[in-house]
C-alpha cells in the first residue's frame, strides 16, 4: 500500500467531494440519521472551508495507490499556531494505516506554514479521532474556542527536539 498526500485548493472537485463527504458523515453521526440534501448544503455554506487556502491554511488530499481517500484542513488562527480540521477517510480507506500517515503530512504541511504549535477540537462521539490523537502525542487542553459542536481540545508541539 502506498499513501501519498498534496496540497490541493480546497474548492479543487475533488477536496469539494470530500468535504461534502466529510459533512454529511459527521452531521449524519451527530444527529443520528441521514441529513437530506437540503441540511447537507445549508451545513456546507455554514461550516465553509474557504479558509483552507494560503495564507490562512492549506488542504490536503490522501491517496492511496492512487484512489482519492481522504482529506485534512489546517488553518491558521495566529501565527505559529495552526489548527487541524476536517480530518477524514472514507470509510473504504479506514483501518490501512493512512489516519496517522494523513495527520503526519498535515503536522508537515503545518510546520511549513510556520507553526510550533497544532491544536484541533472534536466530538464526544468521535471516539476514533480522539483515540488516534492520544495515540499520536496530542495532549489534552483547555478550550480555546466557543465552537457548539467542540467537547474536547487537544493540542501537540511541533517544535523538532535538537539533533546531537
Not at 498526500?5 to 451527530?30: C, G, K, M, N, Q
Not at 488530499?61 to 480530518?87: F, K, N, S, Y
Not at 500517515?101 to 464526544?124: C, K, Q, W
Amino acid at each position: 500500500m502506498t499513501w501519498s498526500f498534496e496540497v490541493t485548493p480546497v474548492d479543487h472537485p475533488d477536496a469539494a467531494r470530500l468535504l461534502r463527504e466529510y459533512l454529511d458523515e459527521i452531521a449524519s453521526r451527530f444527529y443520528e440519521r441521514q441529513v437530506t440534501d437540503e441540511e447537507l448544503d445549508a451545513a456546507i455554506e455554514k461550516h465553509h472551508s474557504r479558509d483552507l487556502a494560503p495564507p490562512t491554511g492549506a488542504f490536503l488530499l490522501a491517496w492511496r495507490d492512487g484512489v482519492l481517500a481522504g482529506c485534512a484542513g489546517l488553518r491558521v488562527p495566529t501565527p505559529g499556531i495552526t489548527e487541524l480540521t476536517r480530518v477524514f477517510l472514507r470509510k473504504s480507506e479506514r483501518g490501512k494505516g493512512g489516519a496517522a500517515l494523513l495527520v503526519a503530512a498535515a503536522e508537515d504541511v503545518a510546520r511549513g506554514l510556520g507553526a510550533t504549535l497544532i491544536r484541533l477540537d472534536t466530538r464526544d462521539d468521535l471516539v476514533e479521532a480522539r483515540a488516534l490523537y492520544a495515540r499520536l502525542g496530542y495532549e489534552t487542553v483547555e478550550p480555546f474556542n466557543e465552537d457548539p459542536f467542540a467537547h474536547h481540545y487537544f493540542a501537540k508541539s511541533l517544535e523538532l527536539p535538537d539533533r546531537v
